[in-house]
């Protein structure tokens, strides 16, 4: 049945020409006129939908191609669009860019036209005059697959120059400019590594919120925004393939969720809620010890190592942690949570934090990225997500390694087979003893329901064990 489902993409030229203000301001500006606002972010990013969710008052969903695939990006836009009035999709990088030179995989682009979502391209438009004619034209007729139905001119210099660029899009029959926002009128928002920090209430709080939507309404037609979003095509919503009853709560799953834990795919733990997990929210820095009676725990990814010294303080936390993997039930952990997990954290100033221990090895903090990119893993063996054989995707992204092979402890095995995108060189990660398995991917299993239901069966074998004995 077709569906209504309002909706518009921010894209950018290129990364850092504001598209994540221009976009929380969009909200801002939509959510003050009493609208439902469902925010979606292309591409892998942790950071920007915590930004968005905080903007919208709603989860934020990650929209990626690479990592899930077409049938999954429109189901999941659809289930959660339908119940907002509009949406609004920032992109990733520049419109075009994605994992590959030539096609448009992994793309807002590809996101764009999956969707048939119209597109509002932000430009960084300092020093630019005329030639946003040119930029625009080229963007509008690169890929006939892709709407481009208006364009945001980002760091303006004047209202003159504002309706200088009005004039130079007109003049060429191009999509009419949205907004001219000039240099300075919204609030800068603080960055860390290659994105954004985290956000929480001293970062984004309602005054900077109504500050970033008072902004867009003085400077952008929302009314043009709204005609644009609905003027999107109906989608067709096929309830066929989607569950429709969550399974019975029969699995204790405790989620490490706190400043220095909380980068979980929105969808992969809705995932898990679904297959029957009833998700146990704690704080590795301020409780005591893990929730009682869970049948397994999972450690997200984050920022560990801006609190190694109070981690490494709450000893008896750790000592939990230690006590429940020795009864072999299920401990999964990435990025951050295999950081975690090691013997401990060495910052930049060579300063030495010890924290769980299970991995045989310590993690050292790096002033330069050490990894950034999709990755492709093929099980190499029997794992939590699956068979030998298996594949899941996800990303990498972190500043951090591991000092020392924990490959060496014959007690520990490669679970994965691990392919870095561009580049096709194999090398082998996914730290497993038992049923711990620790690794640098942040893995999307949600759109892999065999993967999720493999980990959760695991997860009630081990506690039907426990009861036997």
């Not at 920007?48 to 905080?54: I, K």
């Amino acid at each position: 049945m077709p569906i209504s489902c309002p909706r518009i993409v921010i894209a950018g030229t290129n990364s850092s020409v504001g598209k994540t203000s221009v976009t929380l301001a969009i909200v801002s500006a939509l959510r003050k006129r009493g609208l439902r606002v469902q925010t979606f972010k292309v591409g892998p990013d942790y950071l920007d939908p915590t930004y968005l969710s905080m903007a919208s008052g709603r989860p934020c969903y990650n929209l990626d191609g690479w990592m899930t695939n077409e049938d999954y990006v429109k189901r999941l836009f659809v289930d959660k669009a339908s119940q907002a009035d509009i949406s609004v999709i920032e992109g990733v990088m520049g419109l075009f860019d994605g994992s590959d030179a030539v096609g448009p995989e992994g793309s807002t682009a590809e996101i764009a036209s999956w969707l048939d979502a119209p597109v509002a391209l932000v430009v960084n438009v300092h020093g630019l005059a005329r030639s946003i004619a040119a930029l625009v034209h080229g963007f509008t007729t690169f890929d006939p697959k892709v709407s481009i139905s208006g364009a945001i001119a980002n760091h303006c210099g004047s209202e003159r120059h504002g309706m200088y660029l009005s004039e130079s899009l007109n003049a060429f029959g191009l999509p009419k400019l949205l907004a001219s926002i000039p240099r300075g009128s919204l609030p800068g928002l603080p960055s860390r590594h290659l994105g954004l920090v985290s956000a929480d209430v001293r970062i984004l709080n309602r005054q900077v919120l109504d500050t970033l939507g008072e902004a867009m309404e003085r400077y952008c037609s929302i009314s043009d925004i709204l005609e644009i979003a609905g003027s999107a095509p109906h989608l067709s919503r096929d309830l066929s393939n989607r569950q429709k009853e969550t399974a019975e709560k029969s699995v204790r799953l405790g989620v490490a969720k706190d400043s220095a834990f909380h980068f979980y795919y929105q969808d992969n733990l809705e995932a898990l809620s679904a297959a029957g997990c009833a998700l146990v929210e704690f704080s590795p820095l301020r409780d005591d010890s893990l929730p009682s009676g869970l049948d397994g725990v999972y450690f997200g990814g984050g920022y560990p190592e801006e609190y190694a010294d109070e981690l490494s303080k709450n000893m008896s936390m750790l000592n939990s942690v230690r006590q429940f993997a020795s009864t072999n039930r299920p401990v999964y952990a990435e990025c951050g949570g295999l950081m975690y997990l090691s013997k401990g954290i060495e910052s930049l100033a060579g300063e030495k934090f010890e924290l769980v221990g299970l991995l045989p090895s310590w993690t050292r903090m790096l002033p330069r990225l050490k990894s950034l990119g999709y990755v492709e893993a093929t099980f190499s063996k029997d794992s939590l997500f699956g068979p030998e054989g298996r594949r899941i995707r996800g990303h990498e992204f972190h500043y951090s390694e591991l000092i020392g092979d924990p490959l060496e402890d014959n007690h520990w095995t490669a679970a994965y087979r691990l392919r870095r995108r561009p580049a096709e060189i194999e090398n082998f990660e996914g730290f497993q003893r038992g049923n711990i398995l620790a690794s640098y991917v942040h893995g999307h299993f949600a759109c892999r329901p065999d993967s999720v239901s493999h980990f959760v069966s695991i997860c009630k074998n081990v506690k039907w064990q426990e009861k036997i004995i």
